[in-house]
């Protein structure tokens, strides 16, 4: 009855539309009352509990990190270079959308932050060389997803602090499957922009004095990445001091290298940046004392059961996986999702021998699809309103993107050399 009351009220409540992260919350407290004779305010001694927690202040920094990048003149500068690397390929604009969003995932860690940082340019600019709306949009929303696999990423520092897997690590791991599906959605792009005819933005192909020039222009921004992973893997700091630094580097060149922010835009992301991470911290706090409950009452424990049982086979239980994966992140947003499901199943597939570096990987970029899926897909509203292009025309659009991006989802479960190879380099 107890495990009715948790997901019948859950259920009610994301149907009449109230904010997950409430949904989870109440969904706790009338289960603990109506179920059990622990006291209600336990509901916040785990949402405190779980946010007291110095790792999770990478966070907020990194966010603020992304919000000042995006401010201060960076995605500028990163669509120039994109744009001498591939402008001048069938396609151009599209392919410079996603190489510029594979740019800026390396500084934001988040995917609504990538897309309003890239599609704000990109969306208009193929708009206006007669790219189907919906097309432009998708594209960019797509792209958008990679921005919480190729470290430094958000999920992945939540997942470590959950599992309690190094952070740095996961950062290494998340390269190459970033690579893989920025490669795959540059290809899909590149294949449909030729079918439809799209004509490339610079019809002089690439030369290395444009590529050294544009590369110069933006290696303020480019040395993000190298900064974070080098001081991390160097011994230099921790992941959430890399954040702290990269968020001080943000605003120095922000304000006095490329001299676009001033004080009233250095407030406006300091705000921007309080109001996100209050509600990320809310989403964490409430979602693991929904956890905590579930815990309480063993349903992880016959989750595990249940999966296992149906086979003894690693492959198989891995698809299971990724299929529930795939459905829970069209309708719950990918924090809740991480720190609910990761006690759940992190023991399951350690019990099978998958490695939990591997599993972060996994766990994460199936969860990124989520930011594309309707009816969640927050990266297509995002789009949607950055671009001025109807939902329902984007939510068409991109169909083929989603099923690309979950072939590479297949090669990054069955393939887990492609996750754990450079962090093996550095145990």
Same mark, same amino acid.
Request: overall charge neutral; aromatic content about 10%.
């Given at each position: 009855?107890?495990?009715?009351?948790?997901?019948?009220?859950?259920?009610?409540?994301?149907?009449?539309?109230?904010?997950?992260?409430?949904?989870?919350?109440?969904?706790?407290?009338?289960?603990?009352?109506?179920? &059990?004779?622990?006291?209600?305010?336990?509901?916040?001694?785990?949402?405190?509990?779980?946010?007291?927690?110095?790792?999770?202040?990478?966070?907020?920094?990194?966010?603020?990190?992304?919000?000042?990048?995006?401010?201060?003149?960076?995605?500028? @500068?990163?669509?120039?270079?994109?744009?001498?690397?591939?402008?001048?390929?069938?396609?151009?604009?599209?392919?410079?959308?996603?190489?510029?969003?594979?740019?800026?995932?390396?500084?934001?860690?988040?995917?609504?932050?990538?897309?309003?940082?890239?599609?704000?340019?990109?969306?208009?600019?193929?708009?206006? @060389?007669?790219?189907?709306?919906?097309?432009?949009?998708?594209?960019?929303?797509?792209?958008?997803?990679?921005?919480?696999?190729?470290?430094?990423?958000?999920?992945?520092?939540?997942?470590?602090?959950?599992?309690?897997?190094?952070?740095?690590?996961?950062?290494?791991?998340?390269?190459?499957?970033?690579?893989?599906?920025?490669?795959?959605?540059?290809?899909?792009?590149?294949?449909?922009?030729?079918?439809?005819?799209?004509?490339?933005?610079?019809?002089?192909?690439?030369?290395?004095?444009?590529?050294?020039?544009?590369?110069?222009?933006?290696?303020?921004?480019?040395?993000?990445?190298?900064?974070?992973?080098?001081?991390?893997?160097?011994?230099?700091?921790?992941?959430?001091?890399?954040?702290?630094?990269?968020?001080?580097?943000?605003?120095?060149?922000?304000?006095?290298?490329?001299?676009?922010?001033?004080?009233? &835009?250095?407030?406006?992301?300091?705000?921007?940046?309080?109001?996100?991470?209050?509600?990320?911290?809310?989403?964490?706090?409430?979602?693991?004392?929904?956890?905590?409950?579930?815990?309480?009452?063993?349903?992880?424990?016959?989750?595990?059961?249940?999966?296992?049982?149906?086979?003894?086979?690693?492959?198989?239980?891995?698809? &299971?996986?990724?299929?529930?994966?795939?459905?829970?992140?069209?309708?719950?947003?990918?924090?809740?999702?991480?720190?609910?499901?990761?006690?759940?199943?992190?023991?399951?597939?350690?019990?099978?021998?998958?490695?939990?570096?591997?599993?972060?990987?996994?766990?994460?970029?199936?969860?990124?699809?989520?930011?594309?899926?309707?009816?969640?897909?927050?990266?297509?509203?995002?789009?949607?309103?950055?671009? @001025?292009?109807?939902?329902?025309?984007?939510?068409?659009?991109?169909?083929?993107?989603?099923?690309?991006?979950?072939?590479?989802?297949?090669?990054?479960?069955?393939?887990?050399?492609?996750?754990?190879?450079?962090?093996?380099?550095?145990?």
């Amino acid at each position: 009855m107890t495990v009715a009351l948790l997901f019948g009220t859950l259920f009610v409540c994301l149907l009449i539309g109230v904010p997950i992260a409430i949904s989870l919350g109440v969904s706790a407290l009338v289960a603990i009352y109506f179920g &059990t004779t622990l006291p209600l305010d336990i509901i916040a001694q785990k949402a405190f509990t779980a946010l007291d927690s110095f790792p999770l202040l990478a966070i907020p920094f990194f966010m603020l990190a992304g919000i000042l990048m995006g401010k201060g003149g960076v995605s500028k @500068r990163l669509l120039d270079l994109a744009t001498v690397m591939v402008g001048w390929i069938t396609g151009g604009l599209s392919l410079v959308t996603i190489t510029a969003c594979m740019f800026f995932a390396a500084i934001s860690g988040s995917g609504p932050a990538t897309v309003a940082a890239i599609g704000g340019f990109m969306i208009p600019a193929m708009v206006a @060389r007669k790219y189907d709306g919906g097309f432009a949009a998708a594209v960019t929303a797509s792209a958008g997803s990679i921005g919480v696999i190729i470290p430094p990423s958000i999920p992945f520092v939540l997942y470590g602090v959950i599992g309690s897997v190094s952070v740095g690590s996961m950062f290494m791991a998340g390269i190459l499957p970033g690579m893989l599906v920025g490669g795959v959605l540059l290809l899909l792009s590149f294949l449909m922009s030729k079918k439809r005819g799209y004509k490339p933005d610079n019809v002089k192909k690439i030369n290395f004095k444009d590529l050294l020039r544009a590369i110069n222009d933006a290696k303020w921004a480019l040395l993000i990445p190298v900064i974070i992973l080098g001081g991390i893997y160097g011994g230099v700091f921790s992941p959430t001091e890399a954040a702290v630094v990269a968020a001080v580097y943000a605003l120095f060149i922000g304000k006095f290298v490329y001299k676009e922010l001033d004080w009233n &835009t250095i407030f406006d992301g300091f705000l921007e940046t309080v109001v996100i991470n209050a509600t990320t911290m809310i989403i964490i706090g409430l979602s693991v004392s929904f956890a905590y409950f579930m815990t309480l009452e063993q349903i992880p424990a016959s989750i595990a059961s249940f999966i296992t049982g149906l086979s003894d086979s690693t492959v198989v239980i891995l698809l &299971t996986i990724n299929v529930l994966l795939l459905v829970v992140g069209m309708f719950i947003d990918t924090i809740s999702a991480l720190v609910v499901l990761t006690p759940i199943l992190l023991p399951v597939v350690t019990s099978v021998g998958v490695d939990p570096i591997h599993f972060g990987v996994i766990l994460v970029a199936n969860l990124a699809i989520g930011f594309v899926t309707p009816p969640l897909g927050v990266n297509l509203f995002v789009a949607s309103s950055v671009g @001025r292009i109807k939902f329902e025309k984007i939510a068409l659009a991109v169909i083929p993107f989603i099923v690309s991006m979950i072939i590479c989802i297949l090669v990054i479960t069955y393939v887990p050399a492609l996750s754990l190879w450079i962090p093996s380099m550095f145990d």
